[in-house]
């Protein structure tokens, strides 16, 4: 089976940074796009960022020029770097990959984090 264990996450001034990763551990999985979605609370969970295993990238108009997503195909891990963090950056941020197991005969899947909270705040 595969997992998403992510990291980074926590309490920041606006105007700061942090570095979300997300690493997929198991074995006999092959990983095509990966992304970064948030959920701020009462609202709909929202995409961040993509990035297809070529390194084409796509991001939320909210997020553009302020966060970069890049991977790590050796360590089969995706991360985020926030910079200029806003209060309205607030929520919790989970990871996404699609992934073919052995199991299943290479069947892609959307497999999820277990989200990592973010807050903004002065």
């Known amino acids: 089976q595969v997992q998403l264990v992510e990291s980074g996450g926590g309490l920041v001034q606006p105007g700061g940074s942090l570095r979300l990763s997300c690493a997929a551990s198991?074995?006999?999985?092959?990983?095509?796009?990966m992304g970064w979605y948030r959920q701020a609370p009462g609202k709909q969970r929202e995409l961040v960022a993509t990035?297809?295993?070529?390194?084409?990238?796509t991001y939320a108009d909210s997020v553009k020029g302020r966060f970069t997503i890049s991977r790590d195909n050796a360590k089969n891990t995706v991360y985020l770097q926030m910079n200029s963090l806003k209060p309205e950056d607030t929520a919790v941020y989970y990871c996404?990959?699609?992934?073919?197991?052995?199991?299943?005969?290479?069947?892609?899947?959307?497999?999820w984090g277990q989200g990592t909270q973010v807050t903004v705040s002065s």
């Open positions: 996404n990959a699609d992934i073919g197991t052995v199991v299943d005969k290479w069947t892609v899947r959307a497999y």
């Open positions: 990035i297809t295993s070529g390194g084409s990238t």
């Open positions: 198991g074995s006999g999985f092959r990983i095509g796009a």
